[in-house]
T-cell receptor
Framework: DTAVSQTPKYLVTQMGNDKSIKCEQN?????MYWYKQDSKKFLKIMFS???????INETVPNRFSPKSPDKAHLNLHINSLELGDSAVYFC????????????FGPGTRLTVL | AQTVTQSQPEMSVQEAETVTLSCTYDTSENNYYLFWYKQPPSRQMILVIRQEAYKQQNATENRFSVNFQKAAKSFSLKISDSQLGDTAMYFCAFRNRDDKIIFGKGTRLHILP
């Protein structure tokens, strides 16, 4: 019954490694998002996909690459991990359009050592 | 640039009291949407209430209500009869016509027994 799921929930890795976070939604939404929440709880949008098309791409290092194989999935791949990438990453989905609520996944806490 | 400002980093109130969390935003758009999200210690992001800018009537959801002042670009959240379960981070958010959501830095609310 999980609406927006992310795997893994926790990820601990060494600097320089490459890792992926997967996200799936079963709500039939046409838009999916990735957010980064830093240690001060500041939540900032990274990417947004609508019907598998990239529509929002904030100023994010190109080490971060989102991939949307279909409308229900939006994965985040991170190359050459750095200490500053440590954060909680949230996936979310909604129907595109103003008043529609965004449904968030449980978050993935990434720790880079 | 569109911004969302929450001027109260942290607040504490006694259980059953009423508390108001402030939020101001800056935009040149006329039609947009405003949200309050709650993030309890479980980390899950939960929608509390939403407001369409074109509606003059303030939104209400049970114990939660907003005071929306469009001219002043203010969108405060009032929690009545506060409960221990209301303890959380509260984020004010603005959604623009490009479907981008901008979050404030959050207010950490403690409900004291």
């Amino acid at each position: 019954d999980t609406a927006v799921s992310q795997t893994p929930k926790y990820l601990v890795t060494q600097m320089g490694n490459d890792k992926s976070i997967k996200c799936e939604q079963n709500l039939g939404h046409d838009t999916m998002y990735w957010y980064k929440q830093d240690s001060k709880k500041f939540l900032k949008i990274m990417f947004s996909y609508n019907n598998k098309e990239l529509i929002i791409n904030e100023t994010v290092p190109n080490r971060f690459s989102p991939k949307s194989p279909d409308k229900a999935h939006l994965n985040l791949h991170i190359n050459s991990l750095e200490l500053g990438d440590s954060a909680v990453y949230f996936c979310a989905s909604s129907q595109r359009g103003g008043r529609n609520e965004q449904f968030f996944g449980p978050g993935t806490r990434l720790t880079v050592l | 640039a569109q911004t969302v400002t929450q001027s109260q980093p942290e607040m504490s109130v006694q259980e059953a009291e009423t508390v108001t969390l402030s939020c101001t935003y800056d935009t040149s758009e006329n039609n947009y949407y405003l949200f309050w999200y709650k993030q309890p210690p479980s980390r899950q992001m939960i929608l509390v209430i939403r407001q369409e800018a074109y509606k003059q009537q303030n939104a209400t959801e049970n114990r939660f209500s907003v005071n929306f002042q469009k001219a002043a670009k203010s969108f405060s959240l009032k929690i009545s009869d506060s409960q221990l379960g209301d303890t959380a981070m509260y984020f004010c958010a603005f959604r623009n016509r490009d479907d981008k959501i901008i979050f404030g830095k959050g207010t950490r609310l403690h409900i004291l027994p």
